[in-house]
């Protein structure tokens, strides 16, 4: 019988591996809970109202179109019974497999808070990033209409929490929004007032990159309008403010940029994991005790050459995939001799806002415009098909020359108010509003 791969995760990790096993003698089966693979690097775009859903994120099935050896399964993995080499999915099936692969990412985690999380808009699917847009576009629309200048400022208060790339990403382009592509829109606001405030608990923004890319970051942030916090974490969330330090400020939309944890993929396994629940795996990505399953992205912590922990990030998860594939097939040709992985940063990137970013190549750093070319040039070429990278490329040149966003839709609901919870709710059929 033809070896059996199963992968679970369609992300950068799962896909990669597919991908690396082509022309190996083997049958794969790729389960994903969602039937899109996603970009996630792109996702901010989605909640800024810059790119549409479907330019970030493609059908499974259609990407694996052309392989007719790989399965897709719109299913989602509870459990592993590594005894009878078992995927557990939810609806009570199961699926056989000779060897396994888990690449289930991670989420947003609120580091022991989870009852921020109503409040405190995690980005990490398409869902949280059409719920984050439609939160922002409806405060716009709410403080035009509020006529209790005290609660305008409110909606009109937009708080990031955690400056890492995306915090900052998600900070500038709401600055962006407001001054440059909302303006003109509004009879009652200016837009342009809104306060856009990012808070960091640590010393500095784009922690991982080096002092002076931060520090430019820092300034470009400032130079939009950004409030920068620094050093002061945030020590309560609620459904009207946001307290850090010894503030606490009036808001109607928090979105939360700090802190993961893994999908829990080493609770299936009754395995090792840090304390952001990241399976422990061995150097060759076996999960230790199971030579015949593979960890890999987001869902495992591994130690890089330096001896820094592997950054949970879209190359290292490619990375991974690409070397559990290189194992597979050599152990499909006898080779049984243990592969170690090695990670090899190819470089950080983060954009700040229109003509600014930071680029981290290691001997070269890159800043402001230049650096911002390359930086859209290498978002680019990583999406799936050329449909979408023509689409995101005009989007995105028609951004820098007429401050336009097409993918400004209030979607989810009519005209319900910001209340929480309700906002989520789809309309009642015939409702009237
Ligand atoms: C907002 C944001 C911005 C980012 N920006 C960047 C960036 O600029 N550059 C960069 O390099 N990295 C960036 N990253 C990180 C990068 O996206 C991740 O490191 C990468 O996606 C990890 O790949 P992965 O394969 O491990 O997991 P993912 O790509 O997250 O894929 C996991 C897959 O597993 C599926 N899954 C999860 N649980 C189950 C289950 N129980 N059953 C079935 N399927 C399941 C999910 O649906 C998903 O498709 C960003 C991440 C986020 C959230």
Redesign the pocket.
Known sequence: MQHRVVV????????EVVKALAGAPVGITL????NH??F??L??QVATASLATSEIAWPIRSVVRDRPEVTTVL????GVDAARRHVLLQDGKTVPYDTLVL????R?AYFGHDEWEPFALG???LEDATTIRRRILMAFEQAERETDPTRQAALLTFVIVGAG??GVEMAGTIAELARDTLRREFRNIDTARARVVLIEAGPRVLAGFPDDLSDYALRSLRKLGVEVELGRAVSDCTADSVAYGDVRLATRTIIW?AGVRA??AAEWLDAPADRAGRLEVMPDLTVTGHPDIFA????VTVVGPTGKPVP??????KQE?KHVAGIIKARMGGKTEPMPFRYRHQGS??QIGKRRAVIDFGRIKLRGALAWWLWGAAHIYFLIGSRARLSVAINWLWIHARNQRSARLITQGEAADLSLGKEAEPPAPGRIS
Do not use: E
């Open positions: 679970v995760g369609a992300g950068f990790g799962g896909l389960i994903d809970r969602r693979h996603l996630q690097p996702l901010y299913a989602n993995v509870t690449a289930t990412g991670a947003h980005l990490k699917t790339p995306t940029a999908s829990p890999i992205g987001d869902v949970g990030i879209a190359p290292a998860a995939g990137l983060a």
